[in-house]
């Protein structure tokens, strides 16, 4: 289990690097960021392929969806400089509130 786990954080970690050089390929003009995006969004979604297995869709897209945003927008805040408001701060912590309730409460998680 742990292993599903392991693929799901790398995914995630290549969804990550995928995204933030989308950010940098304006509008697919720009080759380098834009083949970093694309090999990162196909290496992430190999690898969330491979806990889809055994784990529900479901549970796997909450975890991936909530450690993407709150990732992503860590990135944006800090490496471009986006601003981040209270309604933003406060969307996302119910975003990771929500992801600890199914994972700590849901009977549909695999452990």
Same mark, same amino acid.
């Given at each position: ?16 690097? !995928?995204?933030? @050089? *989308?950010?940098?390929?304006? +509008? ?6 834009? =083949?970093?995006?694309? %090999? ?26 909530? !450690?993407?945003? @709150? *990732?992503?927008?860590?990135? +944006? ?6 601003? =981040?408001?209270?309604? %933003? ?23």
């Amino acid at each position: 289990m742990l292993q599903n786990y392991i693929y799901l954080v790398v995914a995630i970690l290549f969804e990550v690097v !995928a995204t933030t @050089a *989308l950010k940098e390929t304006q +509008g697919f003009t720009r080759l380098g960021p834009s =083949l970093v995006s694309v %090999a990162g969004y196909a290496l992430a979604f190999y690898f969330l392929s491979l806990p889809l297995r055994t784990m529900p869709v479901g549970i796997v897209y909450a975890l991936w969806c909530a !450690a993407g945003i @709150a *990732l992503i927008t860590a990135i +944006g805040w800090i490496w471009f400089r986006q601003a =981040l408001d209270m309604p %933003a701060l406060i969307g996302m912590g119910l975003i990771v509130a929500g992801v600890v309730v199914i994972n700590v409460f849901s009977k549909t998680v695999v452990h």
